[in-house]
């Protein structure tokens, strides 16, 4: 499965992004999807996913009530609206997909596909 993110830029502080993972191949609906993000100098870190068919959103505790993650199957893209942007925000973010088990959710291990990284700028 090959993933393309995209929807990255610059943003000010209490501002809106909508980043998206596309795959031009089949659909992401038997796939758990999820949306990581890696800070300069810091280590990939969970900010939400979704599971395979519709079993449910999980989000990590810094972005939950700003993020919204949703699946959209028949144009075949996860999406991540991210609202009330703040600077510690700012990274490169990107989708995995894999059938992961749910206690995986949160690791980047449980993803075996990836996309090439969007990045995310807030200014403050």
């Known amino acids: 499965v090959q993933l393309q993110a995209s929807g990255g830029g610059l943003v000010q502080a209490g501002g809106s992004l909508r980043l998206s993972c596309a795959t031009s191949?089949?659909?992401?609906?038997?796939?758990?999807v999820g949306w990581f993000r890696q800070a300069p100098g810091k280590e990939r870190e969970f900010v939400a996913a979704a599971r395979h068919g519709n079993m449910g959103t999980y989000y990590d505790d810094s972005v939950k009530g700003r993020f919204t993650i949703s699946k959209d199957n028949a144009k075949n893209t996860v999406n991540l609206q991210m609202n009330s942007l703040k600077p510690e925000d700012t990274a490169v973010y990107y989708c995995g997909a894999g059938r992961t088990i749910l206690s995986n959710i949160r690791s980047p291990l449980g993803y075996v596909h990836w996309g090439q990284g969007t990045q995310v700028t807030v200014s403050s």
């Open positions: 191949e089949g659909t992401f609906y038997s796939y758990t």
